[in-house]
């Protein structure tokens, strides 16, 4: 049985698409039509889960319209417009070392290359260029600093990434 605690998003259910209940598919992954790679998909309804199988999928202007088994008209469509796309975390596949998921550097300490705790990582931004870690400061950092941005590039930002003991390294300042 899935576990709300066991989903990840990966995507929004977007506004209704035709007569026949299509709904536009906001897909987060990396490549967009990796999102339809997944199954089952599930949403929260009252805060309970509702499985949800695409019948049909389509590319359709800049993204994609589905089909979801079950929704045959607009108006049942419109009950499910801006709801998270959700899976199962065991349907991501395994990654290459040095890659990561997001989801997975979120909760890490970051520690710079001379031991200060400049806080804990609790959202990677996308950029353009490069990703930015957006890092919580400790309550009571010398400072005077709340958050930090630091650009997620390897070696000349990122030292070290280690996921077991949840501790990122980095060539990076204090102050700044």
Known sequence: ??????????????????VKGWMRINSFTETMDSI????????KVGGQLQE??????????????AQIEGIENPEQAQRLVNQEILIDADQLID????????????GC???????????VVTEVLE???????????????AYGKQE??????????????DLHTKKIQVN???DF
């Open 95 to 106: 990654l290459d070392d040095g890659d990561y998921y997001w989801r997975d550097l979120m």
């Open 148 to 161: 930090r941005l630091i650009p997620f590039v390897d070696e000349q930002f990122i030292v070290a990434i």
């Open 1 to 18: 049985m899935t576990h709300a605690s066991d989903l990840i998003v990966v995507g929004t259910l977007g506004a209704v698409y035709g």
């Open 52 to 65: 949800l199988k695409i019948v049909n999928w389509r590319p359709h202007t800049k993204g994609y319209v």
């Open 127 to 141: 950029t353009g260029s490069n990703d930015v870690l957006r890092v919580k400061a400790n309550k009571k950092d």
């Open 109 to 119: 300490e970051v520690v710079n290359l001379e031991g200060y705790h400049m806080g």
């Open 36 to 43: 339809f790679h997944y199954s089952p998909w599930f949403i």
């Open 172 to 174: 990076w300042q204090p």
